[in-house]
C-alpha cells in the first residue's frame, strides 16, 4: 500500500477558509453577531416547511430502502471491523457529544417555560409535554437526517470503490465528472466549514458545563483560564485517541464512553424517584408518537408563537449541518453491513440512547421542580445552563462523587466526538485511502491542534456563539447536498441492481471471514 497523500487543494481551500472566517469574526464580532442573527432567523422562519419536508422525507425514503430489494445489499466484500457494539457506541458517540448531557436536563424545563401549541406555562400540561418534545427532537427525525448521508458514502466507498472519503465524491453518481472539478471541491469545503461550525456549539455547550462542574469540585471559580485549561486538557485526550487511529483510540474511547453514560444512567435511575421517571418516560413517549405527524410539520403559521422555528426547525437545520461530519464518518465504520443493517442501527442506536437519557434525566429534573425539591426554573433564569446542571447534580445521592463522574463523563463524550472530527477532516483533505488505511497521523494531529486554536481563539472574544449561528446558516446549502446524494445514490442501485429481482445470496461473517482466508 502507496503513502497516503493529501490533497492539496482543498486542505489549503478548507484551512484558508477557517483562518479568514475566524479572523473576521474576532475582528467584525459586533457588527457580525446581529447580521448572522438575523440571517438565522430568517432561515428559520422562512424555510421552516423545508427542513421539516427534508427531514420527514429522508425518513420516509429510509424506510422504503429498509423494506426494499436494495436492504440487502452488503457494503463491501468484506467481514465487519467491528463488534456490534462498539460500531453501535462510535456512532452513538460521534453524533451526541456532551450536547445531550446538557440538553437531556435543560431542554425539558424550556418547555416547561415555554411549551408549544398555546399550552400555558409552567402548568401540567407543560409538564406533560416537556420531556415528550426533547425525546421527539433528539430521536427518529435527527438520526433520520445522519442516516441518509451515510447510506451513499458507504456505498460509494465500499460498493463502488470510490476510494476517497469526500461528500463530493458521494455524490459523483449525479454529478459525474464534475464531482471532480470546482463543484466538487466546493462541496468539500462546504462540510468542512459546517463541521467545524457543529463542533464550535458543541464546544459552545460543553466548555462552560464542565467548567462549571469543575469550579464546584475544587471551590474555583469561572474563568477563561479555567476554560482554556479545559480545552487543552481536551485536545490532548481527543489527539491522543485520533493518534491512535479507529482500531486503538476512537473504538476504545467510544466504548468506555457508552459504559459510564449507561452507569451514571442507571445511576440516577435507581437512587432517584425511579416509579416516576419510569412512569413520565412511559407517558412521554406514548405522546410523542401519538402526535409524531402534528409535531414534524408544526410551524404555528396562526398564533406566530415562534416554537417550532426556535426549536424544531433549529435543531433540523443544525443537524443537517452536522451530517456530512457524522455521515462520513459511521460510513468509514460500516464495512461489512447490509443497508438495512445500516439503517435500522443508526435509528435504533441514535435514538435509544437519546430517549434513555431524556427520559431519566429530563425526568428527574422535572421531578425536582414538580415536587419543589429544587426550583429549577428559577436557577435556569437567573443564573444560566452551566449553573443549573450543577445545582441539580447536587441534588443526588453521593453528589461528591457525582460531580466529578460527570465531569470526567462530559470530558470523554466531546472527545469521542472530536477524535472523530478530527479524523475525518484530515480523510476529506487525503487523496485516496485504500483497505485499512487512515489518513496520516500528522494529518490528524494537525487538525486536533487547529481545532484546539479555533476554540481558544473563539472563547476569548466570547465568539462561540456565533460559530453556531454560522452552522445554522451553512445549512441552507446543505439541503441541495441531501438532494445530489440522494439522487447518487438512487442512480447507482438502479444502475447495480436493474429492475430484475435481486438474486441474494445471504452470507453470515463467519463465511466471509473463511472465504477471505481461502482467497489468501
Known amino acids: 500500500m502507496g503513502k497516503v497523500k493529501i490533497d492539496p487543494l482543498v486542505f489549503w481551500s478548507s484551512l484558508v477558509v477557517i483562518v479568514v472566517a475566524t479572523l473576521s469574526l474576532v475582528i467584525f464580532r459586533k457588527s457580525a453577531e446581529p447580521v448572522m442573527n438575523k440571517m438565522m432567523t430568517g432561515i428559520t422562519y ?42 453501535g457506541a462510535m456512532l452513538f458517540c460521534a453524533g451526541m457529544g456532551t450536547s445531550i448531557m446538557f440538553w437531556s436536563m435543560m431542554e425539558p424545563m424550556y418547555y416547561y417555560m415555554g411549551p408549544p401549541f398555546g399550552i400555558e406555562p409552567n402548568s401540567k400540561q407543560s409538564a406533560e409535554w416537556a420531556v415528550a418534545y426533547g425525546m421527539f427532537h433528539w430521536g427518529i427525525s435527527a438520526w433520520s437526517l445522519y442516516a441518509l448521508p ?48 457543529g463542533l464550535g456549539t458543541s ?35 481527543y489527539s491522543a485517541s485520533a493518534y491512535m487511529g479507529l482500531y486503538k483510540g476512537i473504538r476504545k474511547l467510544s466504548d468506555w464512553n457508552v459504559y459510564l ?13 425511579t416509579l416516576f421517571i419510569l412512569s413520565n418516560f412511559s407517558n412521554s413517549f406514548g405522546l410523542m408518537l401519538q402526535n ?50 445500516l439503517i435500522v442501527h443508526i435509528l435504533l442506536w441514535g435514538s435509544l440512547g437519546s430517549w434513555i ?10 421531578n425536582l421542580q414538580l415536587t419543589g425539591a429544587l426550583n429549577v426554573v428559577d436557577i435556569l433564569n437567573s443564573s444560566g445552563g452551566p449553573a443549573t446542571i450543577v445545582e441539580i447534580l447536587k441534588t443526588m445521592p453521593l453528589d461528591f462523587l457525582v460531580l466529578p463522574f ?51 481563539s473563539l472563547l476569548m472574544i466570547g465568539g462561540l456563539k456565533v460559530i453556531q449561528t ?50 489468501e
Open 150 to 197: 451515510t447510506v451513499t458514502i458507504a456505498y460509494s466507498f465500499f460498493v463502488k470503490k470510490n476510494r476517497s472519503l469526500k461528500i463530493s465524491t458521494a455524490c459523483k453518481g449525479i454529478l459525474g465528472k464534475y464531482a471532480d472539478g470546482p463543484i466538487g471541491k466546493i462541496i468539500d469545503i462546504l462540510v468542512i466549514w459546517s463541521l467545524v461550525g
Open 470 to 519: 454560522s452552522s445554522v446558516i451553512v445549512s441552507v446549502p446543505v439541503i441541495l447536498l441531501y438532494v445530489l446524494l440522494t439522487l447518487s445514490l438512487l442512480r447507482w442501485l438502479k444502475q447495480d441492481y436493474p429492475d430484475t429481482p435481486l438474486v441474494y445470496k445471504t452470507t453470515t461473517n463467519e463465511e466471509i471471514i473463511q472465504e477471505n482466508k481461502a482467497k
Open 203 to 237: 464546544l459552545g455547550l460543553g466548555v462552560p458545563m464542565v467548567s462549571a462542574v469543575i469550579g464546584e469540585i475544587f471551590g474555583v471559580q469561572q474563568s477563561l483560564q479555567l476554560s482554556i485549561i479545559i480545552i487543552v486538557i481536551w485536545t490532548i485526550i
Open 357 to 366: 437519557y431524556f427520559g431519566i434525566f429530563g425526568g428527574y429534573t422535572l
Open 261 to 273: 453514560a449507561l452507569g451514571l444512567a442507571l445511576f440516577v435511575l435507581i437512587t432517584g424517584p
Open 46 to 87: 422562512n424555510l421552516d416547511w423545508v427542513f421539516q419536508f427534508l427531514t420527514f422525507g429522508v425518513f420516509i425514503l429510509l424506510v422504503w430502502l429498509v423494506f426494499s430489494k436494495y436492504g440487502k445489499v452488503r457494503l463491501g466484500d468484506e467481514a465487519p471491523e467491528f463488534s456490534t457494539f462498539s460500531w
Open 406 to 456: 460527570f465531569a470526567v463523563l462530559a470530558f470523554i463524550f466531546l472527545a469521542t466526538s472530536l477524535d472523530s472530527a478530527t479524523y475525518i477532516l484530515s480523510a476529506i483533505a487525503t487523496k485516496e485511502l485504500i483497505g485499512d488505511q487512515e489518513p496520516a497521523r500528522w494529518h490528524r494531529m494537525l487538525w486536533g491542534a487547529i481545532l484546539a486554536v479555533l476554540a481558544i
Open 292 to 341: 409524531f405527524a402534528l409535531m414534524s410539520f408544526s410551524t404555528d403559521p396562526i398564533a406566530k408563537g415562534g416554537f417550532p422555528q426556535a426549536w424544531t426547525v433549529f435543531y433540523w437545520a443544525w443537524f443537517a449541518a452536522t451530517a456530512p461530519f457524522i455521515g462520513l464518518f459511521v460510513a468509514r465504520i460500516s464495512r461489512g453491513r447490509t443497508i438495512r443493517e
